[in-house]
């Protein structure tokens, strides 16, 4: 639980980043915030599943 | 000339404010944009920064610095770490000069966030990176 966590606050504070440098419009900062949020924990689900079934 | 190349900037042609608002932001995480009003880019790229430096340490972490005193490529392996911890400007410099945050000792390094510790102090350092880059490009007219 505690790595979830720790991937979840580094997705959101990474995600709060990119989407205020980027982007020109405030909806499109959330919308690109909120994508960069969603990818980071997706990547790193499938990353950790991925890495879960290689015995080394 | 293409459309591309005529909408370059040179860096030289970028106004002193825009290098002090770079520099400013670079030092301190988020003062780049205070100093220019722009307090919610402030709030959120500051904040994200300074939360990002003070977890890394809560979670056990330490910041990396060249020692010259390991072997060779040992030695080498701290420089690109350490490029990205000094992108927090003045907290590296502050934990630098006081000789806080470097080492790490076996209890430390036993915690279990202690490699999410380091990895939080690291990424400070690189998001940093980018608000200076964002508050240099406001100062110089390349973004609103």
């Given amino acids: 639980m505690r790595h979830f966590l720790v991937m979840t606050a580094f997705a959101a504070l990474s995600a709060v980043v990119f989407g205020t440098v980027a982007k020109d419009s405030n909806r499109e900062r959330v919308v690109y915030g909120l994508k960069v949020f969603a990818e980071f924990m997706v990547i790193g689900l499938v990353l950790a ?7 080394y | 000339m293409s459309k591309v190349e005529s909408g370059r900037i040179n860096p030289q042609t970028a106004p002193a404010r825009a290098w002090l608002m770079g520099i400013a932001g670079w030092l301190i995480p988020g003062l780049g944009h205070l100093l220019q009003g722009r307090w919610g880019r402030a709030l959120l790229l500051g904040g994200a920064v300074w939360i990002c430096f003070i977890s890394g340490f809560m979670m ?13 490529s040992s030695s080498l392996l701290q420089i690109p770490p ?14 630098w000069v006081t000789g806080f945050g470097f080492s790490h000792e076996q209890q430390q390094a036993a915690l279990p966030t202690f490699e999410y510790g380091w990895t939080f102090l690291l990424i400070a350092g690189l998001l940093n990176y980018l608000c200076m880059l964002d508050a240099f490009d406001i100062a110089a ?4």
């Avoid at chain 1, 599943?49 to 015995?55: D, E, G, H, R």
């Avoid at chain 2, 990396?64 to 390991?70: K, L, P, R, V």
């Avoid at chain 2, 350490?82 to 934990?95: A, D």
């Fill in chain 1, 49 to 55: 599943w991925i890495l879960y079934f290689i015995p």
């Fill in chain 2, 60 to 72: 056990g972490g330490h910041l990396f610095i060249y020692s010259g005193s390991e072997p060779a």
């Fill in chain 2, 82 to 95: 350490m490029i990205g911890n000094l992108g927090t400007g003045l907290l590296y410099i502050i934990s």
């Fill in chain 2, 141 to 144: 007219g390349r973004k609103s």
